[in-house]
Nanobody
């Protein structure tokens, strides 16, 4: 069982920045594909950014050039640096871990990000 704990959410003005963190338990974090998802009220959960065990990344078109996903395997942590935030980025942000070998998926509890003046 893997536990994921997100932190770093909050209220920020448009144009501001936030850095989300997701700390994972377990000893094989480096083997997981990690991702950040978000869900706004009344909308489906969507992929924001992902990073493979090898460090390859992918992003939703809506965040390309503004968000950066990274990982620190020594600290079992994945990050999401969010710059130039917009009101439409307001959502609960979730961390996801995928262990492809066994097809196991784990989710964090989510952290609220609100972009408003």
């Amino acid at each position: 069982q893997v536990q994921l704990v997100e932190s770093g959410g909050g209220l920020v003005q448009p144009g501001g920045s936030l850095r989300l963190s997701c700390a994972a338990s377990g000893s094989i974090f480096s083997r997981y594909v990690m991702g950040w998802y978000r869900q706004a009220p009344g909308k489906q959960r969507e992929l924001v950014a992902g990073i493979t065990s090898g460090g390859s990344t992918n992003y939703a078109d809506s965040v390309k050039g503004r968000f950066t996903i990274s990982r620190d395997n020594a600290k079992n942590t994945v990050f999401l640096q969010m710059n130039s935030l917009k009101p439409e980025d307001t959502a609960v942000y979730y961390c996801k871990a995928l262990y492809e070998v066994l097809g196991k998926v784990y989710w964090g509890q989510g952290t609220q990000v609100t972009v408003s003046s």
